[in-house]
């Protein structure tokens, strides 16, 4: 039994440093990692909650609101779409093609889980949102070769299936303190504009 505890403990710490972590580099803007951990702390907290009730009295379940994960995963992955498609449009031809590789090795494989028939209507707007802002592109004048990759990522997004990579294995960083570290992030995101609307509109209580 207490090996068995160990192990879930584990996965929770593993769970917040994901989220944690996630958080800081979404603020640092390394938005390719941030959208890969919190993407990570979603899996590993579904994962968690997945597990059969425990048994013993006034035990609790180790995980997080998963609509709490998800708001920041889209945080995440809209800010990240936004990058790329500003980098698509403004930059050079090899901007250009980097914004397109980092939406198919990041954004697409992480859009897959707002495409389950379980997501919710804010995760099915932020996937049409991310549909939309590239669709408006087709227009552009633009070199052949810059079209030409355009459309092709542009097919992966509008009609995913089993081209789509899953997202690639992730080594979450170890964090020294994670209750402060963890505590502080938490700060940090219940005093950002708009959170507590987003949240009242996921049905989360405020966590103020």
């Known amino acids: 039994m207490y090996r ?3 192990m879930l403990y584990c996965r929770f710490r593993h769970l917040a440093s994901a989220l944690t972590v996630g958080l800081e580099h979404f603020w640092t803007h390394r938005l ?3 959208v890969h951990l919190l993407g990570a702390a979603c899996t590993i907290n ?3 909650l997945a597990r059969p009730p425990p048994a013993e009295p006034h035990s609790r379940y180790l995980g997080f609101d998963p609509r709490l994960l998800a708001y920041c995963r889209r945080m995440a992955l809209l ?3 936004d990058y790329c498609a500003r980098q698509f449009e403004e930059g050079s031809l090899r901007d250009a093609l980097g ?3 980092l939406m198919t090795d990041t954004v697409l ?3 897959a889980p707002l495409l389950s028939p379980l997501a919710n209507a804010r995760d099915t707007r932020a996937v049409e949102e991310v549909r939309s802002r590239w669709c408006a592109m087709l227009g552009l004048a633009m070199p052949a070769e810059k ?4 459309e092709d990522m542009l097919s992966k997004l509008l009609d995913p299936g089993v081209d789509t990579p899953p ?3 992730l080594s979450i960083p170890r964090v020294t303190n994670l209750s402060a570290a963890y505590e502080q992030a938490m700060r940090r995101l219940t005093s950002t504009k708009n959170f507590e609307t987003a949240l009242l509109e996921e049905g989360v209580p405020s966590l103020s």
């Open 4 to 6: 068995g505890w160990h």
């Open 32 to 34: 390719p990692s941030a």
């Open 46 to 48: 579904e994962a968690l």
């Open 79 to 81: 800010a990240l779409n």
């Open 99 to 101: 914004a397109l590789r």
């Open 109 to 111: 494989p992480h859009l």
């Open 147 to 150: 079209q030409e990759q355009l």
């Open 167 to 169: 997202p690639s294995p």
